[in-house]
């Protein structure tokens, strides 16, 4: 059986049971997603200064805010 996982913080207790922890795996791939987003021309979703353009770096502030529209699929051990 497989189950959405959300990285969402307020999601975080809501889901009892479910192993909510990623991997630094995970991690990367979630950040390297996200920054080719922006690369091709996503909009940030976290405030910016028109300086900052490195978007690895923009990426990681949306993981730490938890506003990273990717989810974590992960199958669920019996």
């Known amino acids: ?3 959405k996982v959300f990285l969402k913080q307020k999601n ?3 889901l009892k049971g479910i192993n909510m922890d990623i991997t630094k ?10 920054a080719f987003q922006l690369y091709v021309g996503a909009p940030p ?13 923009i990426a990681e502030k949306e993981f730490k ?4 529209p990717i989810e974590v699929v992960k199958k669920q051990s019996d």
């Open 45 to 57: 979703l976290v405030e910016i200064s028109d300086k900052e353009i490195d978007y690895i770096k």
């Open 25 to 34: 795996y995970e991690k990367a791939r979630i950040i390297g997603a996200r």
């Open 65 to 68: 805010n938890n506003v990273i």
């Open 12 to 14: 975080r207790r809501k």
């Open 1 to 3: 059986m497989r189950k």
